[in-house]
C-alpha cells in the first residue's frame, strides 16, 4: 500500500469520527489502568458493568491496595479470569502508592513493571491517559491491518512497528482508535460490513462482501449458431445399406457351407 493511500484511509476514518473515544468508562489515569486490566479477554461493556460498582468503592491506589485481593473480588467476580486480574490490580495499586506517589507512571518502562500491565496494556494508557502517539495493536487491530493491507505482520509487534511507520504524524495520536473500532464495527471478523465501509476502494481486501464490493460479471457470449449437417441422400429402392452387407454376406457364407455338407 502506497502512503498516499494510507493517508487517504486515515483522512476518511478522521472525517467520519474527529474525535475518537475509548469506549471503557473512567475519570482518571488509575481508573483507566484498571479497567484496561480487566478488558483483557473481556468486552467493554461486562467491565463497564463492574467498574460501575467498583469505583465509587474504591479508585485510586490506596483504597484498592486497601480492599486487598478478597474485597476486590466481588466486584470483578463477573470479568473473565477475575482471580488473577485482582491479585494484579492489588499488586499494581501497592506498586504505584510506594513507589510512584499514588500517580500512574507516565512511562513505557515504568507502566510495564507494573503486574497485569503489557505493551497493549501500557500503550493504550499512554495514548488515552497521557495523550502519547501510541499504537496499541489488539485483535481488532491486527486484522484491520493485515486484511485491508495497512500495516501487515505476522504478529502484533510486527504489526505495531508497521504502523507506527506508516501511519502519517498528524494522525497517530487517534489512530488506535480508529482502527479498533472500525474492527469492532465495520471490518469484523465474519462477514465484514464492506457495503458500510468508508474505505472499501482503498482497502486490498480480495475478498469483499456486498454487491458494491463485487466486480460486475462480463456478459455472456451468445453461442454460436449450430452447423447444419449436410443430410445423406436417401438411398435407392432396393439397395442395401453398407451397414448391412457384412451380415448378409455371412448368411450366403452360411447356406453355401450347409449345401456342401
Given at each position: 500500500?502506497?502512503?498516499?493511500?494510507?493517508?487517504?484511509?486515515?483522512?476518511?476514518?478522521?472525517?467520519?469520527?474527529?474525535?475518537?473515544?475509548?469506549?471503557?468508562?473512567?475519570?482518571?489515569?488509575?481508573?483507566?489502568?484498571?479497567?484496561?486490566?480487566?478488558?483483557?479477554?473481556?468486552?467493554?461493556?461486562?467491565?463497564?458493568?463492574?467498574?460501575?460498582?467498583?469505583?465509587?468503592?474504591?479508585?485510586?491506589?490506596?483504597?484498592?491496595?486497601?480492599?486487598g485481593i478478597e474485597g476486590l473480588t466481588p466486584y470483578v467476580?463477573?470479568?473473565?479470569?477475575?482471580?488473577?486480574?485482582?491479585?494484579?490490580?492489588?499488586?499494581?495499586?501497592?506498586?504505584?502508592?510506594?513507589?510512584?506517589?499514588?500517580?500512574?507512571?507516565?512511562?513505557?518502562?515504568?507502566?510495564?513493571?507494573?503486574?497485569?500491565?503489557?505493551?497493549?496494556?501500557?500503550?493504550?494508557?499512554?495514548?488515552?491517559?497521557?495523550?502519547?502517539?501510541t499504537i496499541a495493536v489488539d485483535t481488532h487491530i491486527f486484522?484491520?491491518?493485515?486484511?485491508?493491507?495497512?500495516?501487515?505482520?505476522?504478529?502484533?509487534?510486527?504489526?505495531?512497528?508497521?504502523?507506527?511507520?506508516?501511519?502519517?504524524?498528524?494522525?497517530?495520536?487517534?489512530?488506535?482508535?480508529?482502527?479498533?473500532?472500525?474492527?469492532?464495527?465495520?471490518?469484523?471478523?465474519?462477514?465484514?460490513?464492506?457495503?458500510?465501509?468508508?474505505?472499501?476502494?482503498?482497502?486490498?481486501?480480495?475478498?469483499?462482501?456486498?454487491?458494491?464490493?463485487?466486480?460486475?460479471?462480463?456478459?455472456?457470449?451468445?453461442?454460436?449458431?449450430?452447423?447444419?449437417?449436410?443430410?445423406?441422400?436417401?438411398?435407392?429402392?432396393?439397395?442395401?445399406?453398407?451397414?448391412?452387407?457384412?451380415?448378409?454376406?455371412?448368411?450366403?457364407?452360411?447356406?453355401?457351407?450347409?449345401?456342401?455338407?
Open positions: 500500500m502506497t502512503p498516499a493511500t494510507r493517508r487517504a484511509i486515515f483522512e476518511r476514518l478522521a472525517r467520519a469520527n474527529p474525535e475518537p473515544k475509548t469506549e471503557l468508562c473512567y475519570t482518571t489515569p488509575f481508573e483507566l489502568l484498571v479497567a484496561v486490566v480487566l478488558s483483557a479477554q473481556a468486552t467493554d461493556k461486562g467491565v463497564n458493568k463492574a467498574t460501575a460498582k467498583l469505583f465509587p468503592v474504591a479508585n485510586t491506589p490506596a483504597a484498592i491496595a486497601g480492599l467476580s463477573s470479568i473473565g479470569l477475575y482471580r488473577n486480574k485482582a491479585k494484579n490490580i492489588v499488586a499494581a495499586a501497592e506498586i504505584i502508592e510506594r513507589e510512584h506517589g499514588g500517580r500512574v507512571p507516565e512511562t513505557r518502562e515504568a507502566l510495564e513493571r507494573l503486574p497485569g500491565v503489557g505493551r497493549k496494556t501500557a500503550s493504550v494508557v499512554l495514548n488515552t491517559a497521557f495523550g502519547q502517539p486484522r484491520v491491518a493485515n486484511r485491508t493491507g495497512l500495516a501487515p505482520g505476522k504478529d502484533v509487534l510486527a504489526v505495531e512497528r508497521a504502523l507506527e511507520a506508516g501511519v502519517p504524524e498528524a494522525f497517530r495520536r487517534h489512530a488506535h482508535h480508529w482502527l479498533i473500532l472500525h474492527g469492532r464495527y465495520v471490518c469484523v471478523a465474519r462477514n465484514p460490513k464492506c457495503d458500510a465501509c468508508a474505505i472499501r476502494d482503498l482497502c486490498e481486501y480480495p475478498a469483499k462482501t456486498g454487491a458494491a464490493a463485487v466486480p460486475p460479471k462480463p456478459a455472456a457470449r451468445k453461442p454460436a449458431a449450430a452447423k447444419s449437417a449436410s443430410p445423406r441422400p436417401p438411398a435407392a429402392p432396393g439397395a442395401r445399406s453398407r451397414g448391412t452387407q457384412p451380415m448378409a454376406k455371412s448368411a450366403r457364407a452360411g447356406a453355401r457351407r450347409g449345401r456342401a455338407r
